[in-house]
């Protein structure tokens, strides 16, 4: 069996079926009759049951791409998605040889699994960082209309408050990547890198705590620490933050709110479920997340440069256009250079010239503020399939939501 979040991916263009779709409301057809052989598609497997604890995909004997020998045939003939379960439930699965792949999981659960079931692996095999840099760091972002989090000097005060490099020590169970800005550190990236180098050190940014930098900033804001030591602002009231943490990022709940709180702020957080839609309209403030993407070979930095600007500001209360751009920052001169950067190449010089330029606005500013870079983990299980993507064969990688996953069924070898 096999896990997976969703059936599909919200990447790339999705070409239909005129013969199914012609005339149908896209807001009401479901797509979904498998009697019919819906969903129709061009890959080698096709739905054959849907439920809430399942779904079951069986090979297709006619696939178009084996028949004119494109790719070969797929040696897995069936596959089952399952529902992702508690955690300790999910390495259970994994270590008495239910699932052949697992839901991602925390670093300590993946060291326990390897423990008791060695032929389960990762990415990086039994080493870190047990898995393989995403597209989307982590961040923790606000709603930048909202006070108080809507003056940059609070936003500062918080980034001062947080060691990223402990953070991430023990969020990740020593096998994490700290990060300081919304970029993932891949090789195109490195000249943009080094460029912003000068940049950091002219705001003193840098993955450290300055708990007196931090202090500076709220006492300038009049901001002033009560009997149990947190900030209490002009109007009497305490600096209070309930951070929104999706569960699959819960391991940095605990060392995040704890390092503010001991910086003075308020700090709890919560992982109740739902609490996404009301990040998406700004009506939960502040919030842990991703965002992404933010680049392959190939690409550029215009993007994620891009979901700051005004383009895609909504006001509290309505939906982000997309999903990452949850800041509600705004600044004109920025959104100048960002336009400018939208015609150019990435190999222009002129692309990192402005790029310097609209990231000294955005550091100044400092509109989310991340902290670390995302790995994925997943777990495979080399008892009855090898083959499996990795480090040393990285012929794809294997995010169950991404038409890419594909890769890796038609790689597998069965065991026996």
């Known amino acids: 069996a096999f896990w997976a979040t969703t059936l599909s991916t919200n990447h790339g263009i999705h070409v239909l079926p005129e013969h199914i779709w012609k005339g149908q409301d896209p807001q009401k057809f479901t797509n979904h009759d498998i009697s019919k052989g819906w969903p129709v598609g061009t890959g080698p497997y096709r739905m054959v049951f ?49 699932v052949d792949m697992g839901q991602i999981v925390t670093v300590p659960t993946l060291k326990s699994i390897f423990a008791q079931n060695p032929k389960v692996i990762s990415f990086t095999g039994h080493e870190p960082p047990y898995g393989y840099l995403d597209w989307c760091p982590i961040e923790l972002g606000f709603n930048d209309t909202m006070p108080p989090y809507n003056d940059k000097d609070i936003r500062w005060a918080i980034n001062y408050a947080i060691d990223r490099e402990k953070l991430v020590q023990l969020a990740e169970g020593g096998a994490g990547v700290p990060a300081l800005h919304q970029f993932t550190p891949y090789k195109w990236f490195e000249p943009f890198d080094e460029a912003l180098k000068p940049l950091f050190q002219k705001y003193s940014y840098d993955t450290k705590a300055h708990l007196d930098k931090s202090e500076e900033l709220m006492k300038k804001k009049g901001y002033k620490k009560d009997s149990e030591g947190f900030w209490v602002g002009p109007d009497g009231k ?36 739902g609490l996404d839609s009301l990040v998406q309209t700004g009506e939960h403030c502040p919030f842990f997340n991703c965002k992404g993407p933010s680049g392959v070979l190939g690409m550029d930095p215009y993007f ?12 509290t209360g309505q939906p982000a256009p997309i999903w990452w751009a949850t800041s509600r920052w705004q600044n004109p001169e920025y959104d100048k250079i960002v336009k400018e950067i939208a015609t150019l190449k990435p190999t222009d010089p002129k692309t990192l010239e402005l790029f310097v330029k609209a990231m000294e606005i955005w550091v100044s500013e400092m509109p989310d503020i991340y902290v670390a870079q995302l790995i994925i983990r997943y777990p495979m299980n080399t008892t009855y399939w090898v083959g499996w993507p990795s480090s040393a064969t990285p012929y794809g990688f294997p995010h169950s939501w991404q038409w890419e996953f594909l890769k890796t069924f038609i790689n597998l070898e069965p065991t026996q």
């Open 50 to 98: 849907a439920s809430p604890d399942k779904k079951v995909y069986d090979l297709r004997d006619d696939w178009w791409a084996a028949e004119t020998g494109f790719k070969r045939k797929p040696k897995v003939e069936r596959i089952i998605y399952v529902p992702s379960q508690e955690e300790s439930k999910a390495a259970l699965a994994l270590i008495t040889n239910q």
């Open 304 to 315: 994620m440069l891009a979901i700051y600007t005004a383009q895609y500001f909504r006001p």
């Open 238 to 273: 305490r600096f209070k933050m309930v951070i929104a943490v999706p569960e699959w990022l819960r391991s940095y709940g605990p060392p995040l709110a704890q390092q503010l709180r001991d910086a003075g702020f308020d700090a709890s957080f919560d992982l109740s479920p």
